[in-house]
């Protein structure tokens, strides 16, 4: 039986890198290495950043696993029961009308906008949690990478808690290739 | 949610706008000018005329029928005139005005005046006055008891302006209302449906 | 395990650099030349739509027994050609073919294009464009009334606006990574060129706006992932159900030819099979144009081909059944349809159509012909003008001598009809066009997942 | 009663006539109230009303009016609707004692002739070669100063005493001559003929009803001969199977309408029907009373049956058999000959054989009375008058001509009336609309329209009078008005009438006269012939030797008739009842020909006959002899095609709808020859052209959907029509009450003529766009009641024949498709219980009403035109391109019916079931708190049939008559086994033979 505490901790959400220290490291399987130590070093706020999905992450950084297929489910347990309640409520108490002598609640012909309905609620729903969990959206569009090349090739560790360099070299050990300090959510404003 | 409730609003007034420009034409307060000022206040209200004497195929034809200037002048011709102590004479004027031109300009040079319809169904309606009124009227009350519901009480308008939207709507909730059981049973006892086919074709 | 044969062993640079760099050049005069062509068919399809819209659907080849014409036989084509990109992208993805990350990208943009291409004509189709909005059940002051959910039609709504939305989504939420990629990688220097004029100013401002703020952090991309999953379970039952749905207006209709419990399944495979032609066609040219043959290996090619073989039996066990059935039912109406598919004034449709649904794929099975791209190529070209053809016999040999005798009669496609139908490429292409100009059409990000994947399992010893 | 009679002329007409409606005024400001934001967008109708609104016309309520059109073919009564002083749709007056309500198709479109924009506005004046409008006062004095000298009046045969007595008086004051002529010879045929074998020159009374035989030799008493109103009606009152059924035997060259409805048809070849009827009639002579007659004797001796089957093409033994059929039928046969196709320039010979073949079968007195004839004397002139008149032409002595409501120049062409009329110092033109007559004219009178003014006329024994409906529209007088305005009579027609003729016929007083219509002067009853004259047989001189090479008939078309009222679009549309060709004649060529010189439908030759050399398409007809070809005229008129240019896009010619087929025509010493002409060759042109054609296959292909069987089967098992054992499925769903109304229609195929008189009533009833030939090409008719034609061979309990080994013989391939039986079915909307239509609609445009109706909301409609696909009867129409605004031109939407929706371009259309009538109905029964009755309501197609084919009503009501019907075993529902439930039932036809 899932614990409620499981599900709330599956829908984790970004945190803001605004403050401490980024690790870079030269590839995902340093990331990986990288993470794990710092999560068991106890770090309360810390996360990775890579280009691509790295397998294995979420057991390097001690996550269990994402509850969004939560969202997704009751989002299409929405959509179906409110095709089906709106169709029914049109068809026989808004505006019954004689289509064809088939009987005003002709449920089977219901069945594919339900199924329709169902799909388009369960993915909007989904799309939308990912966006709310990781803090994504066009107000976020000034929100820029912790370190330049971070979208194109380079993997690095945030480490979001106090503690000074040294700490934090020897959390990683000779993983980082660099660590530079974050005072604040880089973003940018040139456009503006 | 400052910034929600900014975009909620932003849309609303988006919407709202797009209704204005696309939306229905807007029925209700319709008045407009008239070739003649023809008062049905003074005629319906302080005389009070009965509808049919001047709409007279209400009770029976699709159409409730505008009078011909004969029926106004059954009682404007001269010796009718005169009964009505106007208020104050400029008020008498322009009565007496109106109705010289009523006889000058419509009746010697039989010339009808050209009424703008303000009650101006879509060609695609298929409306009859007839049993509406027939359903409306109960026996005993006058005329205009039948006609409020849609028409409003004209005979306290100096100018008739319409007063229900008149549209599908407004139509079809009269339609369902009799026994609220759906339009089978209602169909078979008044013949009163909700199907299209009740008005259009 | 070793590394698959779909490994590339290029450095992450590498893989953006050829990527991304066709798009930061200004177009060459061939993406000119053809843009323009295509352009131009798109407007003259605009402009005779807007005459008909003007005078009148008179101006296609319509009449009476034949209602529905060109115009739906376009419709279900191009339906059936959006239906690869979210297979891909999806269903592949639940399989986990690797070699579905080269290719998901365009062949998804094309499902977006073709989809719209396809939702552009029931619009255009129906008598009064202009009360379109009727079929979508929204609050009115009409008592209200609303639509009628019986209708296979409107099934069709929800279903093409669905499958539309949810491929849009998915194929965007596909995009961000490697838009911030973009967008990092116009910023920072390491491109050539800074942001210095003002077209790339702007082109800087969209992209930082579509890449909503993607930084790559691996809460998201857990998340991310979950989606992907999710998105790909989601769309796999929709992009069956679409082509089903489709497959309802006819198949739920009374109609001789039409009325078959075989559509559903048949209209899946077809579409399928028409999909995966398009996609090879469209594939084929990208990667000679843009120079991607080393992500679009002729592995990929030859699977495809693969596919289009398989879908291709399906498709023609269908036409098979459907003779036998009409043969069997005993219904005499129903027999003399399908004998007027072989043998009436439109069998030379049926005919074409036989010989490229049945016949060509049958070439797919030498694994010369099908590693070679010029067959390929071909091969896809007359899958697609099969399919077209089979949507042509299906809609206008059934209607065209139905129950009636009295009303049968013909149709002959007035230039409008055919304006439209070669309008509709222009209209398909010109957007295609401008995705591979303007959004990668590799992605980036999964490419580098799988790259980085290989190095990953190789080192921790876990796939 | 329900109908209003009163004389409304004189009447101040305009009541709540839409000014500019189409025009809307956007953004038209509302009130200011709505926060400044005036988005009122509401169209701005006026509203008229009478200066004093006369009692009888009330705004929304029908008024009808019984009144007649007399014309040169008869006098067909009439009872006219009108609303709000317009009249709108021409009904049967159902009230008279020998039309009982029939009209034909020809009469119901009369009501867009009214409204015709073509019309002469005015008197016109011809100037130069303009004409220019001028009034009567300044034309009367004119065209009075030019009648001197040699004055002639030409015109067609009048049914109107009182036009006829003025004109008299006319022609004496001016000493002027009378010629009169029939353009289609039908009645001159006849007229002739009497005059030669009873000296008694009448069209007497004919009772197709009495007859249970009947042999029509040429002659289309369905479709185009004579009165094919009251004999439709007469016929089809005796084709019940379950009384005593009539049967019908026709000989004919060219498939007519009645040769469609035959029991047995006998093809013959073109120009041999003299042939056929001596050789019937030398069958008939031994034992008849006639049989010692030496004249007779000698006259038919050398018309053998060997002779009549080398010659005419019918075999011995069918010749034999009728003959003894009617032999066995004396006294109760009636055997009419005669029509354009039968004039073979002997004028009235055949109509002596005919009466020589009647009177030997006893028919005389009583299927064929002299009392109440339909046209009591002979006005027309001989064909040597003629002659004479047109040489006098040609030599110059006639000073004035005035061309009373008549096209000489197009009718008499073989003459050469055109060029004859060049050498006429004054031409005076009377009539409605311009023809090539009216082009000659110096003048030219604008005469009225029937509905207009006042007239009368005679026929069957009946007075009629003709009274107008609604103001003259245009600056016209009634004929009746011009020619006591040329003789200075103070006194105008109206007048006259009331006073002299009138008051000499209608005992009942003029106002019961105006109400009903009509009075009954003289019954019919039996009274024989006068006494035979036998010798006037020898004149006759029938072919006796094969006729050579290929032989053309010109016969006379059901929708178009002579051509004269050619220029309405509804005559074109109504497809023509056996080609079902729209706006077009064509050459009719048999199958077999066809197949020799490798022509098809559509495809172009050239024809040479004599002098002339045409191009014309073609159709290929069943039921032609190889060498017959036949080609129907009244096309090729100059004016014909002024209504709308665009409706006749694509024509052979330029501003011209067919070819005019009087080019082939003779002219012999005795007459006009339209029969037998010889052809000297036909050859393919390679054109394409694209003919109208509304249905483009003639097979049923084995569905049995117009059932049929024979009548001896019938008599052992009534559901012998039927085929197969109709499967209806139970259906899934239980369905949905109908516990009020449920409406039925029932079509007895065994009364359909095929005459099309429905579909133009249904045309005028419900507001039906013209859409023109091109259109029709398509397959985009719009009409709302179709009447398919089948062509099949006799159907056997199996479907097909068997040969003696037991074989089926498939005949499907014959190409000599001779013996084609030929079916009609009329099929309108279904109105299925469970309708394919109703479920597809996305926007529910179509759905049910509780009273069973496919109700159309147009005005919900988006086109998507799935409803039309899934439409198993595809009888739902769509609108391919706005038909009405912007198109129709002044005064032409008056004809519109103000109660049923004007459909736009882009909607899909079907027949209602008339559900403005029901809806009118139903309110006026509210009214008066009772329940709809039977009587109450018919449809238009109902009231419009002639043949009481059609049976409108309530199902759910046990005792009326369409719930009796439906109970029949004749009837069913076609593809019942696709369980839509339609709500129109079929009762299948039965064929006596």
């Known amino acids: 039986m899932v614990s409620f505490k499981e599900i709330k901790e599956g829908l984790f959400t970004f945190d803001e890198p605004d403050k401490g220290w980024v690790v870079e490291v030269k590839t995902a399987v340093d990331m990986l290495k990288a993470v794990e130590k710092v999560r068991k070093a106890g770090v309360k706020r810390f996360d990775t950043f890579s280009p691509f999905p790295v397998h294995g992450l979420e057991k390097a950084m001690g996550i269990k696993r994402s509850w969004l297929t939560l969202i997704t489910m009751i989002a299409a347990f929405t959509g179906t029961t409110f095709a089906l309640s709106a169709m029914s409520y049109i068809d026989l108490v808004d505006y019954p009308l004689n289509i064809g002598g088939k009987p005003s609640f002709a449920w089977p012909a219901y069945i594919p906008i339900m199924f329709e309905l169902t799909i388009l609620f369960a993915s909007f729903a989904t799309v939308i949690a990912v966006w709310k969990m990781g803090k994504l959206g066009i107000r976020y569009n000034h929100r820029r990478p912790v370190s330049p090349t971070v979208t194109c090739d380079m993997c690095s560790v945030w480490i979001g808690d106090d503690m000074t360099k040294e700490e934090v070299k020897k959390i990683v050990g000779d993983l980082a290739k660099e660590i530079h300090k974050v005072d604040a959510t880089p973003t940018d404003n040139s456009l503006d | 949610m400052k910034k929600a409730l900014k975009i909620t609003i932003n849309v609303l007034v988006f919407l709202g706008l797009a209704w204005l420009l696309f939306g229905p034409a807007k029925q209700i307060g319709y008045a407009p000018e008239q070739p003649f000022a023809y008062n049905h206040k003074i005629h319906a209200g302080d005389y009070k005329i009965d509808c049919q004497y001047c709409h007279s195929t209400v009770t029976y034809s699709k159409k409730a029928g505008i009078p011909g200037t004969n029926v106004c002048m059954n009682c404007h011709s001269s010796g009718v005139l005169g009964f009505r102590p106007f208020a104050n004479k400029s008020d008498g004027k322009r009565v007496q005005k109106l109705i010289g031109e009523l006889s000058n300009n419509y009746w010697s040079k039989s010339k009808s005046p050209e009424w703008t319809r303000i009650h101006n169904m879509p060609d695609h309606v298929r409306f009859s006055h007839a049993p509406h009124v027939k359903a409306l009227l109960k026996p005993g009350a006058e005329t205009k008891t039948a006609c409020i519901p849609c028409h409003g009480d004209v005979a306290t308008m100096d100018v008739v302006a319409q007063q229900e939207s008149l549209n599908m709507g407004f139509c079809v909730n009269c339609h369902r209302t009799p026994t609220d059981k759906g339009f089978v049973a209602e169909y078979a006892k008044n013949g009163v449906g909700t199907n299209c086919g009740m008005c259009h074709y | 395990m070793s590394t698959s044969i779909y490994s590339l062993g290029k450095s992450n640079v590498q893989i953006e650099t050829d990527i991304l760099s066709p798009m930061e050049r200004f177009p060459g005069k061939l993406w000119w030349f053809t843009f323009t062509i295509m352009l131009s068919l798109a407007l003259m399809m605009i402009t005779l739509v807007g005459w008909t819209f003007v005078e009148g659907l008179g101006l296609l080849g319509l009449n009476n027994p034949v209602n529905w014409g060109l115009y739906i036989v376009n419709f279900v084509f191009w339906v059936g050609i959006g239906h690869a990109g979210t297979l891909i992208s999806a269903i592949l993805y639940l399989f986990r073919q690797r070699w579905r990350t080269t290719i998901n990208r365009a062949a998804e943009a094309m499902t977006i294009f073709a989809v719209m291409t396809a939702g552009l004509f029931p619009l255009i189709h129906v008598g009064r ?23 296979p039609l409107l099934w069709d709504v929800f279903a093409i606006s669905t499958y539309f939305s949810v491929s849009l989504i998915f194929w965007y939420m596909g995009l961000v990574p490697d838009l911030a990629n973009m967008r990092d990688r116009m910023k920072f220097e390491h491109v050539p060129g800074k942001i210095s004029s003002w077209g790339r100013k702007l082109k800087y401002g969209f992209v930082r ?45 009374v109609i001789p030819g039409w009325h078959a419990t075989i559509f559903p399944p048949y209209f899946v495979a077809g579409a399928i099979y028409s999909g995966f032609a398009m996609v090879l066609t469209i594939m084929i040219i990208t990667r000679k144009a843009f120079k991607l043959q080393e992500y679009i290996s002729m592995k990929h090619l030859e699977n495809m081909g693969i596919i289009i073989l398989v879908t291709g039996m399906m498709v023609s066990f269908a036409y098979t059944t459907e003779f036998i059935v009409a043969a069997y039912s005993a219904n005499k109406v129903e027999q003399y349809v399908f004998m007027n598919r072989l043998q009436g004034p439109y069998a030379w ?19 010369k012909l099908r590693t070679n791209v010029v067959v390929l190529f071909l091969i896809s070209i007359v899958v697609n003008i099969g399919m077209w053809f089979e949507r042509f016999v299906i809609v206008i040999t059934s209607l065209h001598r139905d129950y009636m005798p009295s009303s049968w009669d013909m149709f002959i496609p007035t230039w409008v009809d055919w ?42 010893g876990h796939h | ?68 059109r007399a014309y040169s073919e008869g006098v067909a009564p009439v009872l006219v609707k009108t609303r709000e002083g317009k009249p709108i749709k021409i009904e049967g007056l159902a009230e008279h004692p020998v039309f009982k309500g029939a009209v034909i198709a020809d009469t119901y479109a009369t009501i867009w002739d009214l409204y015709d924009k073509d019309r002469f506005k005015s008197a016109m004046k011809k100037s130069g070669s303009t004409f220019s409008k001028t009034d009567w006062a300044e034309v009367i004095p004119e065209v009075k100063k030019a009648l001197t000298g040699n004055v002639r009046v030409i015109s067609k045969p009048s049914y109107s005493p009182s036009e006829s007595s003025v004109l008299k008086k006319f022609l004496n004051t001016v000493n002027a001559r009378h010629i009169v002529y029939d353009p289609s010879g039908t009645q001159q045929g006849i007229l002739t003929g009497n005059e030669k074998s009873f000296k008694k020159a009448i069209i007497p009374q004919y009772a197709f009803d009495k007859a249970d035989l009947i042999l029509s030799i040429e002659a289309d008493f369905l479709g185009s001969w004579l009165r094919p109103d009251i004999f439709t009606k007469q016929f089809a009152s005796r084709r019940s199977p379950n009384g005593k059924m009539n049967r019908l035997v026709v000989a004919e060259a060219v498939m007519s309408l009645t040769g469609a409805n035959a029991d047995t048809r006998l093809a013959i070849a073109a120009g041999t029907h003299l042939t056929f009827a001596m050789g019937l009639a030398s069958l008939l002579l031994p034992g008849s009373m006639l049989a010692g007659s030496t004249e007779v004797k000698n006259a038919l001796s050398k018309y053998s049956p060997k002779l009549v089957e080398s010659v005419t093409g019918v075999a011995e033994s069918d010749l034999k058999n009728i003959a003894s059929e009617l032999m066995a039928n004396v006294g109760k046969s009636l055997v009419v000959g005669g029509g354009t196709s039968a004039r073979d320039g002997q004028e009235g010979s055949l109509q002596i054989v005919i009466n020589l073949i009647n009177e030997m079968l006893r028919n005389h007195g009583k299927t064929i009375t002299p009392v109440a004839p339909i046209k009591g004397s002979n006005d027309i002139s001989t064909s040597q008058e003629l002659f004479a008149f047109v040489a006098e032409m040609k030599a110059g002595s006639i000073n004035t001509l005035i061309i009373d409501r008549s096209n000489p120049v197009y009718d008499l062409m073989p003459l050469g009336f055109g060029d004859a009329l060049t050498k006429v110092k004054n031409v005076i033109f009377i009539g409605e609309r311009p023809n090539e007559s009216s082009e000659a004219a110096g003048h030219v009178l604008a005469s009225s329209h029937y509905l207009e003014d006042w007239s009368d006329g005679y026929s069957c024994g009946i007075y009629h009078v003709s009274q107008p409906v609604i103001q003259n529209i245009f600056d016209t007088k009634s004929a009746g008005d011009i020619w006591l305005a040329l003789q200075n009579q103070p006194e105008d027609f109206h007048g006259f009438i009331q006073n002299n003729t009138a008051s000499r016929y209608a005992s009942g007083g003029w106002g019961k006269l105006l109400a009903d219509g009509f009075a009954v002067v003289e019954k019919n009853g039996p009274a024989n012939m006068p006494r035979l004259i036998p010798n006037a047989i020898s004149s006759v001189k029938a072919p006796d030797s094969p006729l050579d090479g290929q032989r053309l008939n010109i016969f006379l078309s059901v929708g178009i008739g002579d051509g004269s009222a050619g220029n309405n679009a509804y005559r074109h549309e109504m497809p023509d009842p056996i080609t079902k060709v729209t706006w077009d004649n064509v050459l009719l060529v048999s199958p077999e020909l066809a197949k020799e010189k490798s022509i098809e439908t559509e495809s172009i030759v050239q024809v040479k006959a004599g002098d002339a050399a045409v191009e014309l398409p073609v159709v290929v007809q069943p039921g032609l002899q190889k060498n017959t070809v036949g080609i129907a005229f009244g096309y090729g008129q100059k004016n014909m095609t002024n209504f709308r240019k665009d409706l006749v896009k694509g024509a052979l010619k330029d501003n011209e709808l067919g070819i005019n087929a009087l080019q082939f025509a003779k002219i012999t010493a005795d007459g006009f020859s339209y029969s037998g002409i010889k052809v000297s060759s036909i050859t393919k042109v390679n054109k394409s052209y694209k003919l109208g054609l509304v249905q483009k296959h003639g097979s049923q292909e084995k569905r049995y959907i117009a059932r049929i069987a024979k009548l001896s089967d019938y008599k052992k098992d009534p559901k012998s029509g039927h085929f197969e054992h109709d499967l209806e499925g139970k259906g899934l769903y239980p369905g949905h009450p109908h516990p009020g109304n449920r409406w039925n229609l029932n079509i007895d195929l065994n009364k359909c003529t095929g005459c099309s008189a429905c579909v133009v009533s249904c045309f005028s009833e419900n507001n039906i766009p013209a859409v023109g030939r091109l259109e029709n090409w398509r397959g985009r008719e719009m009409s709302w009641i179709r009447i398919d034609r089948y062509y099949d061979y006799y159907l056997d309990k199996h479907d097909h024949e068997i040969d003696k080994s037991g074989k089926p013989i498939d005949r499907s391939k014959d190409v000599n498709m001779l013996q084609a039986n030929v079916h009609f079915q009329p099929v309108t909307c279904q109105h299925c219980e469970q309708a394919p239509c109703e479920n597809v609609c996305p926007v529910a445009a179509t759905q049910h009403s509780p009273d069973g109706l496919n109700e159309m909301a147009y005005n919900r409609c988006i086109g998507t035109r799935y409803c039309a696909d899934n439409c198993p009867y595809k009888v739902r129409k769509f609108n391919w391109f706005e038909n009405w605004e912007n198109k129709i031109k002044d005064p032409e939407q008056y004809a519109l019916n103000p109660d049923v929706t004007v459909r736009s371009r882009g909607v899909i259309e079907k027949c209602s079931f008339c559900i403005q009538r029901i809806a009118e109905k139903r309110q006026e029964a509210r009214l008066q708190n009772r329940p709809i009755s039977e009587d109450d309501l018919k449809t238009a197609c109902e009231q419009g049939c002639p043949a009481d084919a059609i049976t409108f009503g309530d199902i759910n009501s046990k005792d009326t008559k369409v719930a009796k019907l439906d109970k029949d075993k004749r009837s069913y529902k076609i593809f019942a086994e696709i369980n839509t439930r339609p709500m129109v039932t079929f009762m299948s036809k039965v064929k006596n033979h």
Not at chain 3, 423 to 436: E, I, P
């Open chain 3, 129 to 151: 464009p202009w009360m379109v909005f009727f079929i979508f059940p929204y609050p009115n002051e009409r008592g209200p009334l609303w639509v009628n959910f019986k209708s």
């Open chain 3, 209 to 253: 706006i579509l890449a909503i703020g993607w930084v790559g952090s691996g809460k998201t991309w857990i998340h991310y992932e979950k989606m992907v999953m999710v998105l790909a379970s989601l769309a796999t039952p929709l992009v069956l159900s679409v082509h089903t749905v489709v497959s309802f207006d006819f198949a739920t209709s």
């Open chain 3, 349 to 367: 449709a049926f005919w074409t159509m036989f010989a490229a649904n049945v016949v060509s794929p049958h070439f797919m099975w030498s694994k």
């Open chain 3, 419 to 460: 304006g439209v139908f070669v309008g509709s490429f222009g209209f398909f292409f010109t957007w295609y066009l401008l995705f591979v100009r303007t959004l990668p059409s590799i992605a980036i990000a999964e490419v580098k997942m799988d790259e980085a994947n290989d190095l990953v399992a190789k080192e921790l």
């Open chain 4, 1 to 68: 009663m329900r109908t209003e009679k009163r004389n409304i002329k004189n009447k101040n007409l305009n009541i709540e006539k839409p000014v500019n409606r189409k025009k809307f005024l956007a953004f038209m400001g509302g009130t200011l109230g709505v926060a400044g934001l005036n988005c009122a967008r509401k169209p701005v109708e006026k509203i008229i009303p009478y200066l004093s609104r006369p009692p009888a016309v009330q705004p929304g309520i029908a008024t009808y009016y019984a009144t007649a």
